[in-house]
């Protein structure tokens, strides 16, 4: 992770005490209440979330105001076209797989799939995890059904129990303390492993050791380390050992989901007054909670961090102007991504409107493609799956509609872990739906596996590459 302060500025570390209606953190936030908030938690005892937003309110920032403001930056330049976004981890993290190994597991497969997209497609890629923060789901229906007993639906880790108990489905604010020590845990070890040495570029090979042998994508991979290796040496030969191929930058996101959360972790910036949420550099609004009055978008709006805002098939050019309008109503470019999440068979349809919409407008966004939450289907053992086709099909409709309107595909945004599980049907290592039973371990949406990771990577920096001209 970048230094803290690299823009030399400090949040107020002292947060203000409890407002006048008994909610921690910074009043100047509060006007999300005025409004309508979808998703959101029945707390069975509103004084007990009172009292740990209030003890999360005390707490230490978990990110700084120059960070943030430094992402912006960088996301920019992928809205000018000059740099690409790799956005990608856990659909749901959980608080038992906050360990150091799967942590490390899914840093692997991210900064591998940077290295492949950087080389493969000659592009600087800005690095965002879904980590460090992701422990809240929205969910499609408010209670789930199984042999005729009915409980509240699973919401995140930091809501309620995976178990299908009475008791596990109760929602429990003393979860939303473990979510923020959770986060602060893995976003220690990011930090370590991104400027500690590990995520040197020298150690390229290294990151791919554990998989190699059996997979054709750790195979590919072990081909572009190697180039890489001799373009190093080539480097060094002529004197040239550059600092930056040393550590990398790394952000965190999460979905913005738990209002009370998020408000609990806002803090002022004391020098420009602006008020930062610091629960993770990036934070975007869901496809489910983005009514352009409703309360999440009034909450992102209130906050100086890059936003972004998750569009499905349904968007009309009218509802994204709207939220143009009210997220980014300077045109600060880097302020606001668009993350679309169309479907392979609808991304050639419904996203060319969306483009043209906005590019009329002279608005500047960063275009990112979520390839993945269009494309869930139930295979017919009952596991919720994604094709891998589906899911490049999808790709490959983003760059086309980019490329017919003269706009930047500015990045993806994915959810794969780092283990080689079975939950996604596809890919060059392939998984077949009678495959999916047998390391299907997700808390939600089923993710890319490492090898179906890479191939992904693969082929997003070939047809980056085509779509430039650069071949
Ligand atoms: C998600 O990103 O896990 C998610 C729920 O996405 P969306 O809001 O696009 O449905
Ligand atoms: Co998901």
Redesign the pocket.
């Known amino acids: 992770m970048t230094a803290a302060t690299s823009s030399g500025r400090w949040l107020d570390l002292a947060p203000e005490p409890a407002g006048p209606r008994g909610f921690a953190g910074t009043s100047e936030l509060a006007s999300w209440r005025e409004h309508p908030a979808a998703q959101q938690p029945e707390w069975p005892d509103p004084a007990r979330l009172a009292a740990v937003t209030a003890e999360l309110a005390q707490l230490p920032p978990l990110v700084f105001s120059g960070e943030c403001d430094q992402l912006t930056d960088r996301l920019a330049a992928v809205a000018r076209g000059e740099a690409f976004l790799l956005q990608g981890g856990d659909?749901?993290e959980t608080f038992a797989g906050s360990t150091a190994a799967a942590i490390r597991a899914k840093l692997q497969t991210l900064l591998q799939m940077a290295v492949v997209l950087t080389y493969g497609a000659s592009v600087p890629v800005v690095k965002i995890g879904?980590m460090a923060g992701?422990f809240a789901?929205?969910r499609s229906r408010a209670t789930e059904l199984r042999d005729g007993v009915e409980l509240p639906a699973y919401r995140g880790d930091a809501v309620n129990g995976f178990d299908f108990s009475a008791q596990a489905r109760v929602p429990d604010p003393a979860r939303l303390l473990r979510a923020y020590h959770c986060s602060a845990v893995t976003l220690n070890l990011c930090r370590a492993f991104t400027t500690g040495g590990y995520a040197d570029l020298h150690q390229a090979h290294a990151w791919n050791q554990d998989f190699v042998a059996d997979s054709p994508a750790g195979q590919r991979y072990e081909r572009l380390a190697g180039e890489i290796d001799r373009a190093l040496g080539f480097m060094r030969a002529c004197g040239a050992d550059p600092r930056e191929l040393r550590t990398v930058e790394l952000y965190s996101s999460h979905?913005a989901l738990l209002l009370d959360y998020e408000h609990a972790l806002a803090r002022t910036d004391s020098r420009t007054g602006r008020i930062y949420d610091t629960s993770a550099h990036f934070l975007?609004?869901?496809?489910?909670?983005?009514a352009p009055d409703g309360a999440h978008v009034e909450f992102a709006r209130s906050i100086a961090n890059p936003i972004g805002v998750?569009?499905?098939p349904g968007t009309t050019p009218a509802e994204l102007l709207a939220l143009a309008g009210t997220l980014n109503p300077d045109r600060q470019p880097g302020r606001l991504t668009l993350?679309t999440?169309m479907g392979a068979r609808q991304v050639r349809t419904v996203l060319p409107g969306l483009v043209q919409a906005l590019a009329a407008e002279g608005t500047p966004v960063a275009w990112v493609c979520?390839p993945?939450?269009?494309n869930t289907f139930e295979a017919p053992s009952g596991h919720k799956t994604r094709r891998f086709d589906d899911v490049l099909d999808e790709l490959h409709g983003f760059f086309e509609v980019h490329r017919a309107a003269g706009t930047h595909p500015g990045g993806i945004?994915i959810?794969f872990t780092g283990d080689n599980v079975t939950e996604c049907v596809g890919g060059s290592h392939e998984i077949v739906a009678d495959d999916l039973h047998q390391r299907y371990e997700t808390a939600?949406?089923p993710r890319l596996n490492r090898s179906q990771s890479l191939d992904l990577a693969f082929t997003v920096a070939e047809s980056y590459r085509t779509e430039r001209g650069s071949a």
């Open positions: 659909c749901a879904r992701q789901k929205p979905e975007w609004v869901g496809e489910r909670t983005r998750k569009l499905g993350i999440r979520d993945m939450h269009g945004h959810e939600c949406d």
